[in-house]
């Protein structure tokens, strides 16, 4: 008896093994079929095998997502009953952050949102709550449009309640797009770098090229549209209490002191008492040399000049996101005062 249930145990694990094995060839088969057909630009062919991929192969290959995606939105635009088709587009959306959820989970949001806007099927709390996902997880994978449009919710909903968190996502937006606009810069000299030594580009890297040159643009575009919302948002009248009501619970934070002295000192606060409480306190809470640069004005401007050092100025046009990184003094030396370094040229200057 016994060696008949060890014998009935064993042939169901062989079948079962077989049934095992036999689907994985079906999935393999089905999936080289709808590529083949997707790549020779046959959707409806392509259609049939992928929707098996999509209910018996889930977690076959990531880009029965990748590809999925674009053939659902392809049917979407051509389909009668969109909502059905927007379903679907929703279905890969879900089912590929099920399957792959360390896969850029942020640009699957992102692209997702992108899709719900552009064909106005969510509310704008509907997709800023995405937007959320994807700014939590990695901006940089964000598109140019979505970052801006985040940031705009973000201020729509905190200006009057909240205008801290609007002024730390402003800043750390702007880093955000610093380092997506470096990433083309050294993508982009890649490509310029083969195209003056005489090679040609293939049609690859010449789609590459457009879209990294195009991206770079819209980014500065972004970057100007972004001040366009905090200059106004930034006035002495609002900036003064908030810093003095945070400045106890932020004084050894460099990072918030940074900010806090940078964005007084673009908007013409400095006349105020504030202005210099920050400013010592961040030479204080900082490491680094510019931290004493504040200083430095802010004693010149006393009239005590003993142990200031200049500091190098903001170059005109730049950016705000300037102001994140190389905080200018604030005031000229007195002309009778001899220093131990340059007088630094305040011309070139910029306040927002």
């Known amino acids: 008896m016994k060696k008949r249930i060890i014998l009935l145990v064993n042939l169901f694990l062989f079948l079962g093994l077989q049934l095992v094995n036999a689907q994985a060839n079906e999935c393999t088969i089905k999936y080289n079929l709808f590529k083949g057909d997707y790549q020779s630009k046959k959707y409806d062919d392509a259609f049939v095998n992928w929707m098996f991929l999509m209910d018996n192969c889930q977690k076959l290959s990531i880009n029965t997502y990748k590809l999925g995606d674009k053939l659902a939105q392809i049917r979407f635009k051509d389909a009668a009953d969109k909502t059905e088709a927007a ?31 552009k064909n106005k099927l ?27 449009r985040y940031f705009q919710g973000i201020t729509d909903a905190n200006k009057d309640t909240n205008p801290q968190k609007v002024f730390d996502t402003y800043d750390d937006v702007l880093e955000s797009v610093g380092e997506k606009l470096i990433d083309y810069a050294k993508k982009l000299k890649v490509l310029n770098d083969k195209v003056e ?72 606060c400095t006349d105020d008492p504030l202005f210099e409480t920050l400013a010592i306190a961040y030479a204080e809470a900082s490491p680094f040399a510019d931290a004493y640069s504040f200083v430095a004005g802010v004693l010149a401007k006393k009239g005590d000049v003993s142990g200031a050092r200049c500091a190098e100025p903001i170059p005109p046009n730049q950016p705000m996101r300037s102001a994140l990184y190389r905080l200018p003094v604030p005031t000229l030396m007195p002309t009778n005062v001899v220093m131990d370094a340059p007088t630094p040229n305040t011309k070139g200057m910029r306040r927002n």
């Open 87 to 117: 379903a679907l587009v929703k279905r890969v959306y879900q089912q590929r952050l099920e399957n792959f959820p360390t896969k850029d989970p942020a640009k699957v949001h992102s692209d997702y949102a992108t899709f719900l806007v």
């Open 122 to 148: 969510a509310s704008d709390d509907e997709v800023f709550e995405i937007l959320q996902l994807a700014y939590s997880i990695d901006p940089n994978r964000m598109s140019v449009k979505n970052i801006y």
């Open 197 to 268: 030594a005489g090679q040609e580009l293939d049609k690859k890297e010449k789609r590459r090229l457009r879209a990294y040159t195009i991206n770079s643009k819209a980014l500065g575009q972004v970057e100007s549209g972004l001040d366009n919302i905090i200059i106004a948002l930034s006035t002495c009248d609002r900036l003064i209490p908030l810093y003095e009501r945070d400045f106890e619970i932020n004084k050894t934070n460099a990072k918030w002191l940074k900010r806090a002295v940078s964005r007084m000192f673009n908007k013409e």
